[in-house]
């Protein structure tokens, strides 16, 4: 199956620091592409596990012994670990959001660009899709929703446009919800508008902002000391969670400090930022909003 360049390939799997006989988590396995670079990095001593919800991803599973492919959701990372004989792990590697392979598909309804059926569920088996969404959530919920995930500043518009059009008809596909809104949304800024809230609608079916909370949870009990986590974002609302959670090991509240007046947190300073070079953007389109953070797990956190 297709997929496409890995963002942030060489930067990401160099920040993991690879120790030929550890062991290893990618947990967003997709077309396996950061996995192949872990598996290249390890010995005959090493260990990878890959976690994907996504069942077309499971075609893309690599035939190797020191390979475990995991059917499921990364939010369940320590659950999962702990079946195939894992508590302790040396390094954690996620690129986050959508693959460029389903954004590519048009039936998964990821896209702007198809005509296709509001779905946008990351793994299929999952009840909730965005057409309940757009046809069942309350005027003030589908607002809540395009601000706070969207980051749209005309959401009540928004919302109330969505309404008033289904109940006329429903609102089965993404062209749909296109012509539903088109009074709210300039021409000229119609692709960046419809971005934001296809991006409002996909975090809400598959809760992505809390999977990723109780993912980066768990990370420093997993982590050995000096283990090192390696996260990929895509927007703000991404980033700022990963930014926080680096920095002091929570979300939100203020971070305990010590005698001091330090700061607590399980993780040593984060290390800088880094972001694709503009070749790389040229290259693969997608890795123009990519944000690399890298932190390593303090000792005796």
Known sequence: MEYHNPVLLKQSVDGLEIDPN????????????????????????????????????????????????????????KRFLRVHGVSKVNGILADLGVSSHQFDVAERGFST??????????????????YQIVNTYSENKLQDILF???????????????????????IKTSFDLKEAIKSFVPQSKEHKVMAQIFQAFR???????EVLKAFLLQTTDLLVDGGKLSVISYHSLEDRLVKRFFKFGLFEGEPEKDFYGNFSSPFN???????????????NNRARSAKLRIVAKAKNA
């Open 22 to 77: 550890g062991i290893y988590v990618d947990v967003t396995f997709g077309g396996g592409g950061h996995s192949k670079e872990i598996l290249k990095r390890l010995g005959d001593g090493g260990r990878l596990l890959a976690f994907d919800q996504d069942e077309e991803a499971l075609q893309n599973s690599l035939d190797d012994d020191r390979f475990s492919l995991i059917s499921g959701n990364f939010k369940y990372i």
């Open 113 to 130: 660009r198809f005509d296709a059926f509001l779905d946008m569920r990351m793994d299929a088996k999952s009840e909730l899709t965005a």
């Open 148 to 170: 706070n995930y969207g980051e749209l500043r005309n959401s009540k518009g928004i919302a109330k446009a969505i309404v008033n059009a289904r109940f006329e008809k429903p």
């Open 203 to 209: 975090i809400e079916v598959n809760q992505e902002l």
């Open 269 to 283: 300073k984060p290390e800088k930022l880094i972001v694709p070079t503009s070749e790389e953007i040229k290259q």
